[in-house]
């Protein structure tokens, strides 16, 4: 089992074309990839901290067009770390990817004008067991970019840490 989340370097082959870049390869990461999405949002927005209770997802984050600021938070119970956080800047000009294991929240904030990020799991979305970290827990203490992001109602009403110990 993998503990904690890395980045994954992207190959990217350039000619007179322009470029072809390899996202995930299974030689070197061990994952079935079985539901692919994209997220678009505007600058500012935050997605997340998002975490399925049941049926746990691995993700791979890309950044397709413009940058953010991805984070993971480890709600693993039994983990020195558990709270802790993982934040790292990946634009559409990045030659990786970020890996995140299962057991951990997931969001990340929109820091260009726009950008589309794409998301590849190891589960299928269950909205039954999602669940939000509230991205401004003070227990967290991430160091977000911008204090006023635009939200959706759902990450407007996110759990605090303390839900996710029990």
Known sequence: MIKKPFLIKNEKYYDKRGFFQEIVLSKKIKIQIVFTALAESKKNVIRGLHFQRKNKQTKIIYVVDGKILDVAVN??????NFGKYIGVIISDKSDFSFYIPAGFAH????????????????????????????????????????????????????????????
């Open 75 to 80: 709600l693993r119970k039994k983990s020195k």
């Open 107 to 166: 969001g990340f904030m929109c820091l260009s004008k726009t950008c589309t990020v794409n998301y590849k799991c190891s589960n299928y979305r269950d909205a039954n067991s999602e669940k939000t970290l509230n991205w401004d827990d003070k227990k967290v203490n991430i160091k977000w970019p911008n204090r006023k992001p635009i939200l959706s109602v759902k990450d407007k009403n996110a759990l605090d840490l303390e839900f996710f110990k029990s």
